[in-house]
C-alpha cells in the first residue's frame, strides 16, 4: 500500500534555531499538507499546497514558516527560529488524484522537541 | 464554538460491548465528514468516510444528521485493538483544498 514517509522521525533542536521536516507524498497525488499536533491537543491544519504553490494556510502558518518542494518528490516545511511552543507532531498528508478522489493519507509524523 | 466537538472521554468498556460516540459541527456549509481513527503519538488514520443516509464498515456503523450537524459513530462487540482516540473530521465547503478540520477526539479504552 503507497504510503506517505516522513523524515526525521524525532528532532530535537535549541530555542532559536531552525529546522528542516521533509516528507515524500504518495507519487500520484496532486494535494500536499502540512498538520500539526501538540500533545494532548487536536490535529491542526497549517498549509496546503497545490501544483508547486500554497493554496491555503491556517492562522499558525505565519512568517516563521515555510514550505517547499524542491524536486518532484521531496516537500519540505522549514520552521525558523523556533520558540518553545512549537514542540508538537508534524503531519505531513497528501491527497487528491487526477480522479478527483481527495482522501487524506497522512505520514508518521516528525516529532519536534524544542528545548 | 468549536468548529469540532467531541466529548473527549475516556470510554471505558469490556469487550463485546457496543460504544457510540458523538460529534457536533459548527459550519452548516461543512461539505465531506469523516471518522479517522488514531492510535497514541500515531498518525490518523481513515476508519470511515460519514455519507447522508448512513453508512455500515463491518462493526462500525456512521450517521450524519445535516439539520441538527450531528455526526455519530457506532462500535459492535468492541474489540481490545479498539482502543484509540476517534477524531471526528469535516471538510469545509470553503476550502477547495481538501484541509481538514479535526475534532479534539474521543478515547476509547476496551478493558478485557
Known amino acids: 500500500e503507497p504510503e506517505v514517509t516522513q523524515t526525521p522521525s524525532h528532532q530535537v533542536t535549541q530555542m532559536g534555531q531552525e529546522v528542516i521536516l521533509r516528507c515524500v507524498p504518495i507519487s500520484n497525488h496532486l494535494y500536499f499538507y502540512w498538520y500539526r499536533q501538540i500533545l494532548g491537543q487536536k490535529v491542526e491544519f497549517l498549509v496546503s499546497?497545490?501544483?508547486?504553490?500554497?493554496?491555503?494556510k491556517s492562522e499558525i502558518f505565519d512568517d516563521q514558516f515555510s514550505v517547499e518542494r524542491p524536486d518532484g518528490s521531496n516537500f519540505t516545511l522549514k520552521i525558523r527560529s523556533t520558540k518553545l511552543e512549537d514542540s508538537a507532531m508534524y503531519f505531513c498528508a497528501s491527497g487528491g488524484t487526477s480522479s478527483g478522489a481527495n482522501v487524506l493519507t497522512f505520514g508518521a509524523g516528525s516529532r519536534l522537541t524544542v528545548l | 464554538r468549536k468548529e469540532v466537538e467531541q466529548d473527549p472521554g475516556p470510554f471505558n468498556v469490556p469487550e463485546g460491548a457496543t460504544v457510540a460516540f458523538n460529534c457536533t459541527y459548527s459550519n452548516s456549509a461543512s461539505q465531506s465528514f469523516f471518522w479517522y481513527r488514531q492510535d497514541c503519538r500515531k498518525e490518523p488514520k481513515l476508519l470511515m468516510s460519514?455519507?447522508?443516509s448512513g453508512n455500515e464498515d463491518g462493526r462500525f456503523t456512521a450517521q450524519l444528521n445535516r439539520a441538527s450537524q450531528y455526526i455519530s459513530l457506532l462500535i459492535r462487540d468492541s474489540k481490545l485493538s479498539d482502543s484509540a482516540t476517534y477524531l471526528c473530521?469535516?471538510?469545509?465547503?470553503?476550502?477547495?483544498?481538501?484541509?481538514?478540520?479535526f475534532g479534539q477526539g474521543t478515547t476509547l479504552q476496551v478493558k478485557p
Open positions: 460519514v455519507y447522508s
Open positions: 473530521v469535516v471538510k469545509p465547503r470553503s476550502s477547495n483544498t481538501g484541509k481538514l478540520i
Open positions: 499546497f497545490y501544483n508547486n504553490e500554497i493554496s491555503e
